[in-house]
């Protein structure tokens, strides 16, 4: 996985996968997140819009996935943009 940011806009990207991709769907979930999906339906991206809010909420700036195996959510990143 690769994070990238760019302060200027206050994006943050996170790519899931290495290939360079063509013809991604682009899902927007609400004003501030957009996920990118490969043709075969798996998640290429995530896109935070104004993502040091995003970020420093009191969720701390990590990200929750649900565990498919457990059930459960558990934490995979925290992040620290300055």
Known sequence: MRV????QYNIAYLRFLDTQAEDLQTLHLSEELNIDLMPDGRLYGIELLNANEQLFRQDAGQLLVNNRQTGQMQSILVFDFV
């Open 4 to 7: 990238e940011y760019d302060p």
